[in-house]
Nanobody
Framework: QVQLVESGGGLVQPGESLRLSCADS????????MGWYRQAPGKQREFVAF???????NYADSVKGRFAISRDNAKKMVYLQMNSLKPEDTGVYYC??????????WGQGTQVTVSS
């Protein structure tokens, strides 16, 4: 019943930008913390960015200064603006909903490939 659906992935060259979107069908979106994780081929899923229900943000060191997470509560959407993309940013990007309990729900992922 509850769903997270990512979109916006694609193939880009190093230095280019992408904006990922995540639509959350939950009825209490304004109370959720929302985040992005990614998983490169053959690697474990890793944290990328988080935005709290109050708008506080946190980023992995590897993306800080290049990526920006944001949310639109009216649309129940969360975004990840990715600038100055590097090959090491390649992976499947997953949207996650974090409840106050710490419980997380995940989207299906969207592929981002950064290659020349």
């Amino acid at each position: 019943q509850v769903q997270l659906v990512e979109s916006g992935g694609g193939l880009v060259q190093p230095g280019e930008s992408l904006r990922l979107s995540c639509a959350d069908s939950g009825s209490s979106f304004i109370f959720y913390g929302m985040g992005w994780y990614r998983q490169a081929p053959g690697k474990q899923r890793e944290f990328v960015a988080f935005i709290s229900s109050g708008g506080s943000t946190n980023y992995a060191d590897s993306v800080k200064g290049r990526f920006a997470i944001s949310r639109d509560n009216a649309k129940k959407m969360v975004y990840l603006q990715m600038n100055s993309l590097k090959p090491e940013d390649t992976g499947v990007y997953y949207c996650t909903r974090q409840l106050a309990t710490g419980q997380r729900y995940w989207g299906q992922g969207t592929q981002v490939t950064v290659s020349s």
